[in-house]
């Protein structure tokens, strides 16, 4: 018997049962080093009919939710026991066990009716058998089913969601996942409740694959696939192909391997609810800063309200169009504008984007803006004149004192300093010239220009 088992467990086995009682009902167990005294059970027949639940936990038959990760559960038990001991249970985490069976999944699934969310993540899920399909109903309020990194197959994804037609949420990542294999896909069954689906890391690199995603979740609005190794999104265009992305709001394909700004303007297409994109990780806009990449995608989709978590306010938007429509004139003239495609003299220009028309319409065509230097001078030229003597050009260091340049002076005339005297003459002013008195005042506060006069003087 393990320690803390109420019941006899099979050899390498433990049923969810046991691990449920093992956790949230045994008492610990006594610890010889203290002091326990004996308590006499007033009424003996409480333990008999009551479960008991360690000290300070809410029973078990009241818990809303269950974590057991890691400790080994291999198959449910007795459902009818199950459902008894914990009646109220809406959230099962059951991650890192050694559930291999897909028929314990549905027999948990039948014995807690109450049951919203179960995270089976890190179970080594077995490919299904004929025995495993069940007529028993599911837990009919089941919205969240993961399923993260079981190897779970297509065919399995595919018996559960015919016996639950009201899950909302289904998360898929890690399962090594090269296609989508969906029988519905192609015969126009479909499941209209899911509304959020997770498969990011798998190996999917085809959009068409996505595409079966869309067929058998029309109602989908968020679907997370990063860590795919996407290359291309394709254009819906016309003849056969379909938008199966109508009601899709949310998409995220970070760390892909989309890098040409026709898949994004694809999305315009393909996706017209789309108002969230994730496109972090990618080699898309590699040749251009973070900002201006930013502005490259924001452009191309007109509804797009939040980009990369971030939101996309008015202001943005505005800015984003009009660096596209130069960077598009800057391509043409061959100015090393990347956002509407690098392009090489010697090839072919690379087509507009698709929204540039429109953009040229709202905006016209805009001139290129000037780089304007703000930063504060540090030199001037001035003219030197020594006593009367013919002037002479000399550049200043504008950072240095009054004191310093005095230095400098007695240096070029062969003078100590101290028997100068200087006066600053502005050209622009009428006022004359100006002694500079104060010693320890820097020169660029007087606002000197190149051109004015510097009066030397012996005192």
Same mark, same amino acid.
């Given at each position: 018997?393990?320690?803390?088992?109420?019941?006899?467990?099979?050899?390498?086995?433990?049923?969810?049962? #046991?691990?449920?009682?093992?956790?949230?009902?045994?008492?610990?167990?006594?610890?010889?080093?203290?002091?326990?005294?004996?308590?006499?059970?007033? %009424?003996?027949?409480?333990?008999?009919?009551?479960?008991? !639940?360690?000290?300070?936990?809410?029973?078990?038959?009241?818990?809303?939710?269950?974590?057991?990760?890691?400790?080994?559960?291999?198959?449910?038990?007795?459902?009818?026991?199950?459902?008894?001991?914990?009646?109220?249970? !809406?959230?099962?985490?059951?991650?890192?066990?050694?559930?291999?069976?897909?028929?314990?999944?549905?027999?948990?699934?039948?014995?807690?009716?109450?049951?919203?969310?179960?995270?089976?993540?890190?179970?080594?899920?077995?490919?299904?058998?004929?025995?495993?399909? %069940?007529?028993?109903?599911?837990?009919?309020?089941?919205?969240?089913?993961?399923?993260?990194?079981?190897?779970?197959?297509?065919?399995?994804?595919?018996?559960?969601?015919?016996? +639950?037609?009201?899950?909302?949420?289904?998360?898929?990542?890690?399962?090594?996942?090269?296609?989508?294999?969906?029988?519905?896909?192609?015969?126009?069954?479909?499941?209209?409740?899911?509304?959020?689906?997770?498969?990011?890391?798998?190996?999917?690199?085809?959009?068409?694959?996505?595409?079966?995603?869309?067929?058998?979740?029309?109602?989908?609005?968020?679907?997370?696939?990063?860590?795919?190794?996407?290359?291309?999104?394709?254009?819906?265009?016309?003849?056969?192909?379909?938008?199966?992305?109508?009601?899709?709001?949310?998409?995220?394909?970070?760390?892909?391997?989309?890098?040409?700004?026709?898949?994004?303007?694809?999305?315009?297409?393909?996706?017209?609810?789309?108002?969230?994109?994730?496109?972090?990780?990618?080699?898309?806009?590699?040749?251009?800063?973070?900002?201006?990449?930013?502005?490259?995608?924001?452009?191309?989709?007109?509804? $797009?309200?939040?980009?990369?978590?971030?939101?996309?306010?008015?202001?943005?938007?505005?800015?984003?169009?009009?660096?596209?429509?130069?960077?598009?004139?800057?391509?043409?003239?061959?100015?090393?504008?990347?956002?509407?495609?690098?392009?090489?003299?010697?090839? %072919?220009?690379?087509?507009?984007?698709?929204?540039?028309?429109?953009?040229?319409?709202?905006?016209? !065509?805009?001139?290129?803006?000037?780089?304007?230097? +703000?930063?504060?001078?540090? %030199?001037?030229?001035? #003219?030197?004149?020594?006593?009367?003597?013919?002037?002479?050009?000399?550049?200043?260091?504008?950072?240095?004192?009054?004191?310093?340049?005095?230095?400098?002076?007695?240096?070029?005339?062969?003078?100590?300093?101290?028997?100068?005297?200087?006066?600053?003459?502005?050209?622009?002013?009428?006022?004359?010239?100006?002694?500079?008195?104060?010693?320890?005042?820097? $020169?660029?506060?007087?606002?000197?220009?190149?051109?004015?006069?510097?009066?030397?003087?012996?005192?």
């Amino acid at each position: 018997i393990r320690k803390g088992a109420w019941v006899m467990a099979s050899e390498g086995e433990l049923s969810l049962e #046991e691990a449920i009682r093992d956790k949230y009902c045994s008492e610990p167990a006594a610890d010889a080093s203290v002091f326990q005294p004996a308590i006499p059970i007033v %009424t003996k027949g409480i333990r008999e009919w009551a479960v008991a !639940q360690r000290p300070g936990c809410q029973p078990i038959q009241q818990r809303s939710s269950i974590v057991l990760d890691k400790v080994g559960v291999s198959h449910v038990g007795e459902g009818a026991e199950l459902g008894q001991l914990c009646p109220q249970v !809406q959230e099962a985490y059951l991650r890192g066990n050694r559930i291999t069976d897909c028929k314990h999944v549905l027999d948990l699934l039948v014995a807690l009716p109450r049951l919203s969310l179960l995270d089976l993540s890190f179970n080594p899920l077995l490919p299904l058998t004929p025995h495993t399909i %069940t007529t028993s109903p599911l837990s009919p309020s089941l919205s969240t089913l993961i399923f993260n990194s079981t190897n779970v197959s297509w065919k399995m994804v595919e018996a559960i969601l015919s016996l +639950l037609p009201q899950l909302q949420e289904l998360q898929l990542c890690k399962n090594e996942y090269s296609c989508v294999e969906l029988y519905h896909a192609h015969n126009n069954h479909t499941h209209n409740a899911l509304r959020h689906l997770h498969i990011n890391e798998n190996r999917i690199g085809q959009w068409s694959e996505f595409e079966k995603l869309g067929r058998v979740f029309p109602n989908l609005q968020k679907l997370v696939a990063s860590g795919n190794p996407l290359q291309r999104i394709s254009d819906v265009g016309g003849g056969d192909r379909e938008r199966v992305f109508e009601r899709l709001e949310c998409l995220n394909v970070n760390r892909s391997l989309v890098g040409d700004w026709r898949s994004i303007e694809a999305l315009d297409a393909a996706c017209v609810s789309l108002t969230s994109l994730s496109v972090m990780e990618a080699p898309l806009g590699a040749g251009l800063g973070e900002k201006e990449r930013r502005f490259a995608v924001i452009a191309r989709l007109p509804r $797009l309200l939040q980009l990369n978590k971030s939101s996309v306010n008015e202001g943005e938007r505005e800015d984003a169009e009009r660096w596209l429509i130069r960077d598009v004139a800057a391509t043409a003239a061959g100015g090393g504008g990347q956002g509407g495609g690098a392009c090489d003299p010697k090839t %072919t220009p690379p087509p507009l984007p698709r929204v540039y028309p429109a953009l040229v319409e709202r905006y016209g !065509q805009l001139d290129p803006l000037v780089d304007v230097d +703000l930063s504060p001078r540090k %030199t001037v030229s001035l #003219e030197v004149s020594f006593q009367g003597n013919p002037s002479v050009i000399r550049d200043v260091d504008l950072d240095q004192s009054v004191s310093s340049l005095r230095k400098w002076v007695g240096k070029q005339f062969g003078r100590r300093p101290s028997s100068l005297r200087l006066h600053y003459h502005e050209l622009e002013r009428y006022q004359g010239p100006c002694e500079l008195g104060y010693s320890n005042r820097k $020169l660029h506060s007087y606002a000197m220009k190149d051109g004015d006069r510097l009066y030397v003087d012996l005192k």
